[in-house]
């Protein structure tokens, strides 16, 4: 789904920012989105509040990472805090790098300065060339080049993507530091309430609330799945946050889309079933390939609502 407004103006696009970072990254690699106005954001609650309240009309934030796992800090945010829908997801290659100002050596560095989930990533390389340094959180890859330059510190180095470097005038002491290469970031396009058509490739999110704390509570909900052949890309629990320890939800993602009658039909009985479900949106995925066994369920499920059908066409009327 492209994004637009009614006014034809080219779509305002808020992302994680500032310039330089990955997210930007993400945006610049979506035609549609990198043809609009393009607006950085100092923290993931700023880019969603500014979607909440129509100063933007779309907004890109990292959602899950292939070495650190899932970006609490964003789905919590979709989750418990916003009503918006994720409308689609871009997957980024990412290469770390160690930045510094010209003619910073490794020796001297005191501080190293990123966002604390991509120090996690490059956790082996800072352990082994710059363990006399401190680690310190900054609000983003590239807030932590910026910071450096502004700074016109030489004690300091961030970790940062490659084009951070000529953005801000620092220079790659090291690059791909990151532990484990193929690592890679799935971001995610949210917006206001609008749902893109079915591409035949799709995801699906929802949070699912539990009745009940008890025996048996998440294997009910994978039944749901599991008797409809519906494939699930993750599913992980997270605090519900209005309640005590142990109090727990889960985020589910699982291939289809909403318009599908095999996923709705599984919405249908957790909705019933659970303590509450909370819809994340259903949109295109990434990659190109797709998975057959839910296509046969479809088939099947279809093939079974049809025969329930003409059972039903049998009754007699009163």
């Known amino acids: 789904m492209t994004p637009a407004r009614d006014s034809g103006r080219p779509p305002r696009v808020g992302f994680f920012g500032p310039f330089g970072t990955f997210t930007e990254q993400a945006v610049r690699s979506q035609a549609d989105l990198a043809a609009g106005?393009?607006?950085?954001y100092r923290t993931v609650p700023d880019v969603l509040d500014a979607i909440a309240e129509d100063v933007v009309d779309v907004g890109v934030v990292p959602i899950e990472n292939s070495i650190e796992g899932t970006v609490n800090f964003t789905q919590d945010a979709l989750a418990f805090d916003y009503e918006l829908l994720i409308q689609r997801e871009i997957v980024l290659d990412i290469e770390h790098c160690l930045l510094a100002l010209p003619g910073v050596q490794l020796a001297d560095i005191t501080e190293v300065l990123s966002i604390p989930v991509a120090t996690a990533q490059c956790h082996r390389?800072?352990?082994?060339?710059?363990?006399?340094?401190?680690?310190?959180?900054?609000n983003s890859t590239a807030d932590a080049a910026k910071?450096?330059?502004?700074?016109?510190?030489r004690h300091q180095a961030a970790v940062a993507?490659?084009?951070?470097?000529a953005l801000?005038?620092?220079e790659v002491l090291a690059e791909n530091i990151e532990d484990h290469h193929g690592n890679q970031t799935r971001f995610v396009m949210i917006g206001r309430g609008s749902?893109?058509?079915?591409?035949?490739?799709?995801?699906?999110?929802?949070?699912?609330?539990?009745?009940?704390?008890?025996?048996?509570?998440l294997i009910s909900i994978l039944q749901e799945f599991a008797a409809r052949r519906i494939n699930m890309n993750n599913l992980f629990s997270r605090p519900t946050k209005d309640g005590g320890l142990?109090?727990?939800?889960?985020?589910?993602?699982?291939?289809?889309?909403?318009?599908?009658?095999?996923?709705?039909?599984?919405?249908?009985?957790?909705?019933?079933?659970?303590?509450?479900?909370?819809?994340?949106?259903?949109?295109?995925?990434?990659?190109a390939h797709a998975h057959s066994a839910r296509e046969h369920a479809d088939a099947r499920?279809?093939?079974?609502?049809?025969?329930?059908?003409?059972l039903r066409d049998a009754i007699t009327p009163d």
């Open 168 to 170: 801000y005038g620092l």
């Open 161 to 165: 993507p490659r084009n951070a470097a």
């Open 125 to 138: 390389y800072l352990r082994e060339n710059v363990a006399h340094a401190e680690v310190r959180a900054a």
């Open 37 to 40: 106005e393009l607006v950085a």
């Open 246 to 287: 142990g109090d727990y939800c889960f985020i589910i993602y699982f291939d289809g889309h909403i318009a599908d009658e095999l996923v709705a039909d599984a919405l249908r009985a957790l909705h019933a079933k659970q303590g509450g479900v909370k819809f994340l949106g259903s949109y295109p995925a990434s990659g």
């Open 147 to 153: 910071t450096i330059s502004e700074a016109k510190s």
């Open 301 to 310: 499920w279809q093939q079974a609502d049809d025969w329930v059908d003409r």
């Open 195 to 217: 749902v893109p058509a079915p591409s035949g490739h799709d995801r699906t999110g929802v949070v699912v609330y539990q009745r009940a704390d008890e025996p048996g509570s």
